[in-house]
DNA sequence: CCGCATCCGACGCGATACTG
DNA sequence: CAGTATCGCGTCGGATGCGG
């Protein structure tokens, strides 16, 4: 196959699949990508494979069912790896395969965009919240 | 302001904030940008301001009241503007402001990363499940 | 130590109808 | 045309207990 390929292959790619169309496949897919914790353990496991419990104790407050849930996800859909090693207490291992690996820096995009734009975000809130405070938090105080 | 300051402010907000904790403004804000319609609204507002009305025929299989709820999320984090025409059949206009220009293009890049790699997905998912038919279907039982 | 299955409460979301 | 209000269902998501 040669290099000619690879920008045709893109571009067949993006022609063929419109996520704008409510039935495409990619709608699904992005949908599972914007899950709540996908960024996350994506962004995790960025920085080198990790163990179930490694991955619990660093994105806070994710429960172990999500997790698992989340991480299934990503296993079936190609994205991490997952190695179970069957020592005495049992050992799994989650790493990015290519695929993940191509992923990864886009969701950590997202994550350091909300991480510096926070401030201005906030400011615009308040400012929002300041203009209209009637139709904010009023009824039924306890 | 000198060009130093700009990665100095970068340096800095990354520090102040870190997604991975739970309580930090930062996990609500990538949690709101996750949301399931966020991405397509940024994406179809970053090719130029948009009506109500075209937003929801571009947008296929959302509701009217999702994306006026998305819309109001986004103008309430100063993301996009809200300009309402006094006509008599009232015409709104929705459009990006540079906070949501400057977002918008990382968005666009995960709804392109899904287009691209839509294959592989699909690849991986039928390699997946014809490795465990088995937990597939399965209740009927007595 | 890992994670699967179950139960169950809480919203998220869609459909509908009404105001400006 | 844009937006709000109400209602009902479906799903998500947390807690617990068991199996490997």
Redesign the interface.
Same mark, same amino acid.
């Given at each position: 196959m040669p290099t000619a390929t690879a920008a045709q292959r893109?571009q067949r790619?993006?022609e %063929?699949? #419109?996520?704008? +169309?409510?039935e495409c496949?990619?709608?699904q897919?992005?949908?599972t990508?914007?899950?709540?914790w +996908?960024?996350?353990v994506l962004?995790?496991l960025g920085g080198g494979p990790k163990r179930h419990s490694e991955l619990a104790r660093?994105?806070?407050?994710v429960s172990q069912k999500m997790l698992t849930q989340t991480l299934r996800t990503l $296993?079936?859909?190609?994205?991490v790896t997952r190695t179970v090693t069957p020592t005495v207490p049992v050992r799994v291992d989650y790493a990015l395969t290519p695929?993940g690996r #191509?992923?990864a820096p886009? +969701?950590l %995009?997202?994550? %350091?965009?909300?991480? $510096?734009? +926070? #401030?201005?975000?906030?400011?615009?809130?308040a400012?929002?919240?300041a203009g209209r405070p009637e139709d904010a938090t009023s009824p039924a105080l306890p």
């Amino acid at each position: 196959m040669p290099t000619a390929t690879a920008a045709q292959r893109r571009q067949r790619a993006r022609e %063929a699949y #419109d996520a704008f +169309m409510a039935e495409c496949p990619t709608r699904q897919l992005l949908d599972t990508l914007s899950d709540k914790w +996908m960024g996350l353990v994506l962004a995790s496991l960025g920085g080198g494979p990790k163990r179930h419990s490694e991955l619990a104790r660093k994105i806070a407050g994710v429960s172990q069912k999500m997790l698992t849930q989340t991480l299934r996800t990503l $296993e079936r859909d190609g994205l991490v790896t997952r190695t179970v090693t069957p020592t005495v207490p049992v050992r799994v291992d989650y790493a990015l395969t290519p695929l993940g690996r #191509d992923l990864a820096p886009v +969701m950590l %995009a997202i994550k %350091a965009w909300a991480e $510096e734009h +926070m #401030d201005q975000v906030r400011a615009a809130r308040a400012a929002y919240d300041a203009g209209r405070p009637e139709d904010a938090t009023s009824p039924a105080l306890p």
